[in-house]
């Protein structure tokens, strides 16, 4: 707690003096002051973090003194420290939050050393509180400009996939797209249109059901080796120039892509 500073307010030198002595020891910067003006002095020019005020003081009470402090420095920790005959116009400052605790006159060194520690440590709790607040208010607000970006980007590669599966569909050739399962996964606008076989197919059917036989040969040949060479096959009463290309990489093939296109004598 060396980074602390403890304020004592008290109008008798004597009772400051005490203080001083009782409290000389503890890990904390000590200020004291003989008045709630000359207190208010000291918070205005130094980083206090708890206040420990006597309550009967001429001209301003402890607890008006405290009170003052809980409007300009809220976050200070504020003590009263009175004869037990006052108890009951502190015990009622506390309930009102002006208050953090009372010490009876005279104290316990002890009792005086705990509920200093008790007070920094809540005010600790306190500031570590707020920063985990903030913390968590800057990150809400990073989270959402991440999803912002994030739904931008879908958007955005939505659009592009809509716009490829577009130039797809309509491109002039034939495309067939063929798993490395040997499953013809998807056909073209175009394939469609131009091969009967085609237009009642379910994606996912096997090469073998649907294409003729020297086909499904050479495009095995194509799933299983990377030299690839176009080949020539009838289909649907056409006669078919097919332009195999691998899918994936030699590690990981993932099937092929061929493009077919009618040969006309």
């Not at 009792?111 to 709790?125: C, P």
């Not at 040997?182 to 009642?200: F, G, V, Y």
């Amino acid at each position: 707690m060396s980074e602390h500073a403890v304020l004592a307010v008290d109008d008798e030198k004597s009772i400051l003096s005490s203080l001083r002595r009782s409290l000389r020891k503890e890990p904390y910067k000590l200020f004291t002051a003989e008045s709630g003006a000359e207190g208010l002095e000291i918070l205005a020019a130094n980083e206090i973090q708890m206040v420990v005020s006597d309550q009967r003081m001429p001209n301003m009470s402890g607890t008006e003194f405290l009170s003052q402090v809980k409007d300009l420095y809220p976050d200070t920790v504020r003590v009263v420290l009175s004869g037990y005959a006052e108890a009951e116009a502190i015990v009622d400052s506390i309930n009102r939050g002006a208050v953090f605790r009372f010490i009876g006159k005279p104290w316990e060194d002890e009792d005086l050393k705990t509920i200093i520690r008790q007070g920094l440590a809540h005010y600790n709790l306190v500031i570590q509180n707020r920063e985990l607040s903030e913390q968590t208010k800057h990150q809400l607000v990073e989270l959402e400009r991440l999803n912002n970006l994030l739904a931008d980007s879908v958007v955005e590669r939505t659009r592009s996939l809509q716009f490829s599966q577009e130039v797809l569909e309509h491109l002039p050739l034939m495309v067939l797209g063929i798993s490395q399962e040997e499953e013809l996964i998807m056909t073209n606008d175009t394939a469609r249109q131009q091969l009967t076989p085609l237009q009642c197919m379910m994606p996912g059917v096997e090469i073998d059901d649907i294409l003729p036989l020297e086909a499904v040969e050479r495009i095995r040949q194509c799933l299983a080796s990377s030299e690839i060479e176009d080949f020539h096959f009838q289909w649907d009463e056409k006669d078919l120039h097919a332009r195999p290309s691998r899918l994936g990489t030699e590690d990981n093939p993932r099937g092929c892509v061929i493009l077919l296109e009618e040969v006309t004598s």
